[in-house]
T-cell receptor, first 114, second 113 residues
Framework: NAGVMQNPRHLVRRRGQEARLRCSPMKGHSHVYWYRQLPEEGLKFMVYLQKENIIDESGMPKERFSAEFPKEGPSILRIQQVVRGDSAAYFC????????????FGPGTRLTVT | GESVGLHLPTLSVQEGDNSIINCAYSNSASDYFIWYKQESGKGPQFIIDIRSNMDKRQGQRVTVLLNKTVKHLSLQIAATQPGDSAVYFCAGSSSGNTGKLIFGQGTTLQVKP
């Protein structure tokens, strides 16, 4: 029973490039959440999605960041024109429909911007 | 805004002793709390949760206590083992906010053999 999958696990991008982070939720889960973690800090909520819908994007930066969860395939977090301050660990979590609180996390993608 | 915070950044205990990790929150509307364990290089791992209509919940070797009067919760780990060494986060949510979790800063638990 596979858990939440994220890839890549490590991603290095130069300033100005685009970063695409993928998340496959646990089997049967249709709710996906993205969080960002800076070194030595807790996780900060970014966005909550259901299939083909953004439910809450109150934690997303206004520019350069976008997220989607298509009908088929993984959820994607896209960061355009990355800057050094985007360097962080990005975690995806998923939950069952109607059980938004029990969120199970993936291993994360560690983004480094050089 | 709402916040969730932990009292101590680091806690060091002897193997076999009990550990208590504390957390405070600011939002009276918070009605659900989770404790996560995060090992180095890994994602947070669910430990135990509690809803605001309870003041105590027990799992295997872990107990969570919730004091809504002073907006405080704690995680107790019995007979702490070296494998318990990790960063522990409390997170809170309120029923009106779509499941968004607010995380505290984390407490690093170090278990001495």
């Amino acid at each position: 029973n596979a858990g939440v999958m994220q890839n890549p696990r490590h991603l290095v991008r130069r300033r100005g490039q685009e970063a695409r982070l993928r998340c496959s939720p646990m089997k049967g889960h249709s709710h996906v959440y993205w969080y960002r973690q800076l070194p030595e800090e807790g996780l900060k909520f970014m966005v909550y999605l259901q299939k083909e819908n953004i439910i809450d994007e109150s934690g997303m930066p206004k520019e350069r960041f976008s997220a989607e969860f298509p009908k088929e395939g993984p959820s994607i977090l896209r960061i355009q024109q990355v800057v050094r301050g985007d360097s962080a660990a990005y975690f995806c979590a998923s939950s069952l429909a109607g059980s938004s609180y029990e969120q199970y996390f993936g291993p994360g993608t560690r983004l480094t911007v050089t | 805004g709402e916040s969730v915070g932990l009292h101590l950044p680091t806690l060091s205990v002897q193997e076999g002793d009990n550990s208590i990790i504390n957390c405070a929150y600011s939002n009276s509307a918070s009605d659900y709390f989770i404790w996560y364990k995060q090992e180095s290089g890994k994602g947070p791992q669910f430990i135990i949760d509690i809803r605001s209509n309870m003041d105590k919940r027990q799992g295997q070797r872990v107990t969570v206590l919730l004091n809504k009067t002073v907006k405080h919760l704690s995680l107790q780990i019995a007979a702490t083992q070296p494998g318990d060494s990790a960063v522990y986060f409390c997170a809170g949510s309120s029923s009106g906010n779509t499941g968004k979790l607010i995380f505290g800063q984390g407490t690093t638990l170090q278990v001495k053999p």
